[in-house]
């Protein structure tokens, strides 16, 4: 099959887009700014949303499901003390659709079926859901709350890209609540720590942890934890956020509790999401110019075995060895796809599972059969050698596992090699230009500083790490002193 | 704990939404007619969702995501032919909620950012997939297309219950593309017996396979193939729906393809869905006035152990036991929760695990552990017996199957004994009145008897089951010649 894949040196986005679509890992839709999950992508989001869950599961939580409609009123309760506030959301105004009196062929919205009250499809829930636990909460003996939530959210965003920026995307949503500040605290980290857990063991993508700036706080938390990720072309992605909320939800909903000392206190809350935006993620930090890259942990298929015969009597002698093999990997927990169309040539199959980022590919023909050996093809770095058919049982496992901890290692060191100290705003905005990646550099830490960074190089503190190292210094800008370095960086 | 359940004898209806929010299944939301299912009642539906699951994949489908919104125009290209067409559905209108600039205390929906097309939450998907089809179907080797997707859906309903009838709620819907109509009746009848399969050997409730007369059929489906239960009330509840579409969505899509021949023809179509009104046919069928019953193969909790002890050091005891038997039932795959709260008393603990459904309860007291007994007891029957205590590792799994089988079976014979063969009207209509259940009739095949049964006696034609046997008989009304009975029931 023919690629036809842009470089990522001549245009690195247009190589995303074209392979998001030509591995089938999604597309857009009829609907502006919403995309199909196509099959595959969607299998490799269904192994992460798996993983995710045992740990929130492992860590004391339960799924829940809410409404995907909050009523507008609620947002009033939430955004009492907004002014100018205006959120790009789809609203839901009428509820029947019928035969256009005036035009037999066509459909109309009927003006008669106006709700009293407009429904805003959720961009998020902590209105609905928080409006809910006032319920569920009456005593310290409902506390601490754990839920999480698997589902879609809407926020009507006006440039699209696949996975990284939809209108609709999916997502998991927790909501926590707690009779203390230090408990909720405590859960706000365990849950950043969750993250990056999975997002580096799983993904294989390196994470920065660390708290945002008040600017980039997420609107009603007190403490925003994110964990940062960069991108082949050096530009930053957040790979999760976590919230403590403090008491602002629960004021607004009026969430109060007894307490075990006969007291009357609204509870802490969390809440913590990570979505398809991560896909994203995965797919710009592995992947190269012949395609996709997927990390064994996440592939769907683990290993794509090719054969390479002449006439039916040696496919099926091929196959009868396939088989047996298949069968000893799968015992093993490693998911295999025989890949014996008739319909197609190797080279075609080569090419493809290449794009599809299969992580390894064996290939068998007439000569190993003689031999007893087989082709072992990695796709990270695309090394090729002979192996014992024998081995194959434990060489794969063992090279899975190998070829996980490379992936990371390479985003490791890729990270390493775009991650730059400076001391001079001159330095600052060259490294921006020439090389990007995250740029380590002294602030003052104040709001006006860092908007006037963002206007001028629109590149943004992505975070405060958290094991940042004291060491005095000064504002690039300002002059003024520091006591830590900050990441800056372009991003997502 | 007080239950305080109405009993079903006196008003089933009452007792069900209560029991529904006692057990913590599910709750009415601040969104009229919007449920929120709460984490016990979300559990079992992922038990669910995962089981089934595994069987779609076994019959290889695989999973994808389609967009929430359906520009109205694709609605038409759906419903070009319908005359008087409407849709209880929610409309789309505009995207951007704001500050009021006449109350700043309030929102509203932003004037000038309406949409121009409206978009409808998807009530169903076959719009928006088979538009999408049309791009990934061009030849037979796209063939078959076998695609699942697990989502919301939102139908404006007016008159809403728990489960069995919500504005949104949770579902799955299976559309596959075939190259012949053999191969799509075939997945259309495979997809049945999987329905089939699930409902009756893990959710323990018996189905009549059948088909749908054209009255009651989908609009858009040559055949609508369903399965039907009955509930505890005598009322029927359709449990699965399968349809065989034949060409009309392809049409209606424009979905071609090159044939093996070197033709061009539209494929044939299915789509098959579960929804979470299973929940409530799950809670019907089994469930009795303490509380809710559930079949082993679906409970979250399989097996609780409540401790009834006299101080810290008896409490400590048992526990150590307690924690072995624990690890050994899990090992067997056995979900075992150990009760241990100290805020709450066993007679307590008892009445909210008899609530909650949990198959088996084992009770260990100081006169047990003289004995090495435990007192087992099984929520279905209500039977109590001493047990040794270390036979339970053999005696709970046995026991748990056998009740798997049992439940069934008791459902089984209330079916059998509300399903009664009629052979005039005066009949079928006293039957209805006094044991409801499925009347076995026969029918004359014309729309219009069916019709005027269904005004006067509000009972439907359920389906005309698969293995109906051939029986020369008349219509109850118009005297006419019928070859087989059907399955008459009032209906949820």
Same mark, same amino acid.
């Given at each position: 099959?023919?690629k036809?894949l842009?470089?990522?040196s001549?245009?690195?986005?247009?190589?995303?887009?074209?392979?998001?679509?030509?591995?089938?890992?999604?597309?857009?839709?009829?609907?502006?700014?919403?995309?199909?999950?196509k099959?595959?992508?969607y299998?490799?989001?269904?192994?992460?949303?798996?993983?995710l869950?045992?740990?929130?599961k492992a860590t004391g939580?339960?799924?829940?499901?809410?409404?995907l409609f909050?009523?507008?009123?609620?947002?009033?309760?939430?955004?009492?003390?907004?002014e100018?506030f205006?959120?790009?959301?789809?609203v839901?105004?009428?509820?029947?659709l019928q035969?256009?009196?005036?035009?037999k062929?066509?459909?109309?919205?009927?003006?008669?079926?106006?709700?009293e009250?407009e429904?805003?499809?959720?961009?998020?829930?902590e209105?609905?859901?928080?409006?809910?636990?006032?319920?569920?909460?009456q005593?310290?003996?409902?506390?601490?709350?754990?839920?999480?939530?698997w589902?879609n959210?809407?926020r009507?965003?006006?440039?699209?890209?696949?996975?990284?920026?939809t209108?609709?995307?999916l997502w998991?949503?927790?909501?926590?609540?707690h009779a203390t500040?230090e408990?909720a605290?405590?859960?706000?980290?365990?849950?950043?720590?969750?993250?990056?857990?999975?997002?580096?063991?799983?993904?294989a993508?390196?994470?920065?942890?660390?708290?945002?700036?008040?600017?980039?706080?997420?609107a009603g938390?007190?403490?925003?934890?994110?964990?940062?990720?960069?991108?082949q072309?050096?530009?930053?992605l957040q790979?999760?956020?976590?919230?403590?909320?403090?008491?602002?939800?629960?004021?607004?909903?009026?969430?109060?509790?007894a307490?075990?000392?006969?007291?009357?206190?609204?509870?802490?809350?969390?809440?913590?999401g990570?979505?398809?935006r991560l896909?994203?993620?995965?797919i710009?930090?592995?992947?190269d110019?012949e395609?996709?890259?997927?990390?064994?942990?996440?592939?769907?298929?683990?290993v794509?075995?090719v054969?390479?015969?002449?006439?039916? @009597?040696q496919l /099926?002698?091929?196959?009868e $060895?396939?088989?047996q093999?298949?069968? +000893?990997?799968?015992? #093993?927990?490693? %998911?295999?796809?025989?890949?014996?169309?008739?319909?197609e040539?190797?080279?075609?199959?080569?090419?493809?599972?290449?794009l599809?980022g299969?992580?390894?590919?064996?290939a068998?023909?007439g000569?190993d059969?003689?031999n007893?050996?087989?082709?072992?093809?990695?796709r990270?770095?695309?090394?090729?050698s002979?192996?014992?058919?024998d081995?194959?049982?434990?060489y794969?496992?063992?090279l899975?596992e @190998?070829?996980? /901890?490379s992936i990371?290692n $390479?985003?490791?060191?890729?990270?390493? +090699?775009?991650?730059? #100290?400076?001391d %001079?705003?001159?330095e600052?905005?060259?490294?921006?230009?020439?090389?990007g990646g995250?740029v380590?550099?002294?602030?003052?830490?104040?709001p006006?500083?860092e908007e006037?960074?963002?206007?001028?190089?629109?590149?943004?503190?992505?975070?405060?790490?958290l094991?940042?190292?004291?060491?005095?210094?000064v504002?690039?800008?300002?002059g003024k002193?520091?006591?830590k370095?900050?990441?800056?960086?372009?991003?997502?």
């Amino acid at each position: 099959m023919s690629k036809g894949l842009p470089k990522r040196s001549e245009d690195y986005s247009l190589w995303y887009n074209e392979l998001v679509k030509k591995a089938g890992l999604a597309e857009n839709s009829a609907v502006r700014g919403c995309m199909v999950i196509k099959p595959y992508g969607y299998a490799i989001w269904e192994k992460m949303q798996r993983v995710l869950d045992d740990m929130f599961k492992a860590t004391g939580h339960e799924n829940a499901y809410f409404p995907l409609f909050v009523p507008k009123s609620l947002f009033e309760a939430e955004e009492q003390n907004a002014e100018g506030f205006a959120k790009e959301c789809a609203v839901v105004t009428h509820y029947r659709l019928q035969t256009d009196p005036d035009n037999k062929g066509k459909l109309r919205v009927d003006p008669a079926a106006r709700l009293e009250e407009e429904l805003i499809v959720r961009p998020t829930s902590e209105a609905i859901i928080w409006s809910t636990y006032k319920n569920w909460i009456q005593s310290y003996r409902d506390l601490p709350l754990l839920v999480n939530q698997w589902a879609n959210v809407v926020r009507w965003e006006m440039r699209t890209r696949l996975f990284l920026r939809t209108a609709e995307f999916l997502w998991q949503e927790g909501h926590t609540a707690h009779a203390t500040a230090e408990e909720a605290i405590a859960e706000t980290e365990q849950m950043l720590h969750v993250y990056a857990d999975f997002v580096e063991n799983y993904m294989a993508v390196p994470v920065v942890k660390g708290i945002k700036t008040p600017n980039e706080r997420f609107a009603g938390a007190l403490e925003t934890y994110c964990i940062e990720s960069l991108m082949q072309d050096g530009k930053a992605l957040q790979t999760g956020t976590s919230h403590f909320l403090g008491q602002n939800f629960a004021k607004a909903f009026d969430v109060k509790f007894a307490t075990k000392e006969g007291g009357l206190d609204y509870v802490w809350g969390t809440s913590w999401g990570v979505s398809t935006r991560l896909m994203g993620a995965l797919i710009m930090t592995h992947s190269d110019d012949e395609g996709l890259v997927l990390p064994p942990n996440l592939a769907p298929i683990q290993v794509v075995i090719v054969p390479i015969y002449k006439g039916e @009597e040696q496919l /099926a002698q091929i196959s009868e $060895k396939v088989n047996q093999l298949k069968k +000893e990997l799968q015992a #093993k927990g490693i %998911s295999v796809k025989f890949d014996n169309r008739d319909t197609e040539r190797p080279g075609f199959k080569f090419a493809e599972w290449e794009l599809k980022g299969v992580p390894v590919r064996i290939a068998i023909g007439g000569r190993d059969l003689e031999n007893g050996t087989a082709e072992v093809a990695r796709r990270d770095t695309k090394e090729k050698s002979t192996q014992q058919f024998d081995s194959l049982t434990t060489y794969i496992p063992a090279l899975l596992e @190998e070829m996980q /901890a490379s992936i990371f290692n $390479k985003a490791l060191q890729h990270r390493a +090699e775009h991650t730059t #100290k400076v001391d %001079s705003y001159e330095e600052f905005k060259q490294v921006l230009e020439t090389k990007g990646g995250f740029v380590l550099a002294h602030w003052d830490g104040s709001p006006e500083t860092e908007e006037r960074i963002k206007e001028e190089t629109k590149a943004t503190i992505r975070c405060i790490a958290l094991d940042a190292e004291d060491e005095d210094g000064v504002d690039m800008l300002s002059g003024k002193p520091s006591k830590k370095r900050v990441y800056f960086a372009k991003a997502y």
